[in-house]
């Protein structure tokens, strides 16, 4: 099981790589498991500290159980141990996160990656029960709490980890939605119990304020711009964190969209050219060219940050560890 101290720095969340069919609305196969393998690979050599896979970008909300369970192995056999990965099993029902955690579980997983049952609204009371069940259901298996109010209808409020923290496989939390002073309350109740990763915009200055680490999507378009920004904010380093911040946070968030979308952003992330994602799947096929132009224009900006700042990062790689 991993622990809180371990989770730490860029948690990918991972897109679920589509095959040139993924289109049609009939296809029932469609995980590219090539291009995941090598993204993987490619990542985890880069130095990416956590991978979270099945969430919103992740596309939990499109795959079938089958495909889920190919997407699972898939990771899991890529990976190989080398970073901690968290499974997302985020369902309408509580039944059916079951069933999802029980296959990672077979297969070997460590991690899930659960957000609230969310059709209807819940309340903060039945988010709560909800977690309580999942965490002894299994006790060997490490929660991440996904916490996206926007898509699960739920904002839990600091008051509910006082009981979601007596969870003790309860040890890591994706989340972005809170001012600072909330911020910093939650940090009074769940420091050492829990790891936070807030959104990549955040991570400076939260990470002075006890988050131990971000998650992004844009890492697929290239982690270093995101590598730097972890380095700089480890070490201290303000002024620097800053400046990279403002670059990230130039070209628009990276984060979770409310309203209507198309997914052009996962098309514009294979033109960046560091994984290819594949097409979208249904019902996300319809990309107005005005969109696609505005993602493909970030993605580009991107690119070139990751000129800007693959050297930094790997020079900083090949420095004895003691010296980061």
């Not at 899991?76 to 069933?99: C, I, Q, Y």
């Not at 131990?212 to 270093?224: E, H, I, K, V």
């Not at 990309?287 to 993605?299: D, F, G, I, M």
Request: proline share 6%; net charge negative.
């Amino acid at each position: 099981m991993y622990s809180p101290h371990e989770l730490h720095g860029l948690n990918w969340m991972m897109p679920a790589f589509a095959t040139p069919n993924a289109t049609d609305i009939t296809a029932t196969d469609t995980i590219a498991v090539d291009n995941l393998t090598a993204a993987v690979d490619r990542m985890i050599g880069d130095g990416v500290d956590v991978i979270s896979i099945m969430g919103s970008y992740g596309e939990c909300h499109t795959l079938l159980f089958e495909e889920f369970q190919t997407l699972v192995k898939a990771t899991l056999d890529a990976v190989k141990k080398r970073v901690p990965v968290f499974v997302g099993v985020t369902s309408v029902n509580s039944r059916e996160v079951v069933r999802k955690a029980r296959f990672v579980k077979d297969v070997g997983g460590e991690g899930l990656f659960a957000g609230v049952p969310h059709y209807y609204p819940p309340t903060v009371e039945n988010a709560i029960e909800y977690y309580r069940e999942i965490s002894e259901l299994f006790p060997d298996l490490s929660i991440q709490v996904y916490h996206n109010p926007t898509l699960h209808h739920i904002h839990i409020p600091v008051s509910a980890f006082r009981e979601i923290t007596k969870n003790r496989n309860v040890v890591s939390m994706k989340d972005s939605h809170r001012t600072p002073l909330e911020f910093m309350r939650l940090q009074d109740v769940v420091q050492g119990k829990i790891s936070v990763f807030v959104n990549q915009t955040q991570y400076y200055p939260y990470a002075e304020w006890g988050s131990r680490g971000f998650w992004s999507t844009d890492a697929a378009m290239g982690p270093w711009p995101l590598l730097a920004l972890r380095n700089a904010a480890d070490r201290g380093d303000a002024a620097k964190a800053r400046e990279i911040l403002g670059e990230i946070a130039g070209g628009g968030d990276g984060g979770d969209f409310g309203g209507p979308q198309d997914n052009a952003r996962k098309l514009a992330a294979t033109h960046a050219g560091y994984c290819d994602l594949g097409p979208n799947r249904p019902p996300f096929v319809v990309v107005t060219p005005e969109s696609l132009e505005r993602a493909v224009k970030r993605a580009e900006r991107w690119k070139g940050l990751c000129a800007k700042y693959r050297p930094e990062v790997e020079a900083a790689a090949r420095e004895p560890a003691m010296a980061r």
